[in-house]
């Protein structure tokens, strides 16, 4: 059986199969979508298959940041998580910005601004 064409028109009781175009943007000021469900910064550490320079510069440079980050770690472990889905440790909400922004990982760093991923962290995060 064919599925019926899918309207946009919300008051007629019908979702769109499209999901809602969001202006690209070309800053993160203010915005903080992506930050709001990782938990934690995503590091390729160095025992991962991919390591990552911050990881390493971090243990030397801020062992503080480094401990919370492992006190976070331990935890999330012994409570079962969450993992994903919360804000990120390092987020500050007030700003909408990286609290540790010159350490944020790489992952942080090569997250395209306006791009579909980022659309995407807007649309879930009901940030236009």
């Known amino acids: 059986m064919a599925r019926p064409p899918v309207a946009s028109n919300r008051e007629e009781g019908v979702v769109s199969d499209t999901p809602k175009s969001l202006p690209i943007i ?12 990782v938990s934690r ?26 401990a919370g980050f492992l006190a976070d770690d331990r935890d999330r472990r012994a409570n079962g998580g969450p993992y994903y889905g919360t804000p990120c440790i ?6 909408g910005r990286c609290r540790h922004y010159e350490y944020r990982p790489r992952a942080c760093r090569e997250f395209e601004v306006g ?14």
């Open 26 to 37: 070309e800053s993160c000021d203010g915005c903080g979508a992506c930050c709001q469900v």
């Open 41 to 66: 910064p995503p590091f390729y550490r160095v025992f991962d298959e991919e390591g990552e320079d911050t990881w390493e510069r971090l243990k030397w440079e801020r062992p503080d940041l480094m």
């Open 90 to 95: 390092w987020f500050d909400a007030g700003t």
């Open 115 to 128: 791009g579909r991923d980022c659309r995407d962290a807007r649309r879930r995060a009901c940030v236009p």
